[in-house]
């Protein structure tokens, strides 16, 4: 099993539309988790951190279950700036240098 | 206003010519890392540094090595490259005893010829 998995892509979206992504991860132990977007040949940024009560921040909620041991990024009222894809990372610490694990990416194109 | 910059943005190279890429950070974070990505694949960890401590992982090649002279500045070297080795190469700084994530510079995408 991977370190961190997430949903095979593409999601192709219309506008408006609400999207979920989900990332599971195989370390119990891990401490911190985040979800990065990156554009088509840029480099990721952070889009969000996940806290275990939940957080969001907009149109976006970010989701953490600790017994099933995934992650969830929900996206709502899916806008065309939106697309792009979403890497989930997971970081065996908190706040500790050790490697973290990134997922593939899950693609969101957002069609007009 | 830039924290992590890469230079430079594309390079090309030569098969088997040394090439260095370069690393500069404002955010004056102690942990600075180096990824490579290929297409449609996750980045993937080469070494970092945490302060002067170098941490290389087990399956990166003996052909890059990296320098961190001080805080702000860290460089990759490939040491002769190889058609395998074009990608997007990401510095990333943290800072540690926090809980943000990594910021990222804009990559190196480099081509080798």
Redesign the interface.
């Known amino acids: 099993r991977k370190e961190?998995e997430q949903d095979p892509g593409p999601f192709n979206v219309p506008e408006g539309a609400t999207v979920a992504f989900n990332c599971t991860y195989s370390n119990s132990a891990s401490q911190?988790f985040?979800w990065?977007r990156q554009d088509c040949?840029?480099?990721?940024?952070?889009l969000m951190?996940v806290y275990s009560s939940g957080n969001e921040d907009g149109r976006f909620t970010a989701q953490l279950n600790r017994a099933s041991q995934y992650i969830s990024l929900l996206i709502r009222d899916s806008k065309l700036s939106d697309s792009a894809t979403y890497?989930c990372?997971v970081n065996p610490t908190?706040?500790?240098?050790q490697?973290?694990t990134?997922?593939?990416?899950t693609k969101l194109q957002v069609i007009p | 206003d830039a924290m992590v910059i890469q230079n430079p943005r594309y390079q090309v190279t030569q098969f088997g010519k040394p090439v260095t890429l370069s690393c500069s950070q404002t955010l004056n974070h102690?942990?600075m890392?180096w990824y490579q990505q290929k297409s449609?694949?996750?980045?993937k960890?080469l070494f970092?540094y945490?302060d002067k401590d170098f941490n290389n992982?087990a399956d990166t090649p003996d052909n890059f090595q990296s320098r961190r002279p001080n805080t702000s500045f860290c460089f990759l070297d490939i040491r002769s490259p190889g058609l395998g080795d074009a990608a997007?190469y990401?510095c990333a700084t943290?800072e540690?005893?926090?809980?943000?994530?990594?910021?990222?510079?804009?990559?190196t995408?480099l081509t080798v010829v």
């Open positions: 961190v911190s985040f990065y040949r840029k480099e990721p940024k952070l951190s890497l990372v908190s706040g500790g240098y490697k973290v990134f997922g593939t990416g | 102690n942990v890392y449609s694949q996750a980045p960890l970092h945490y992982e997007m990401l943290r540690t005893g926090t809980n943000y994530g990594y910021t990222f510079g804009s990559g995408r």
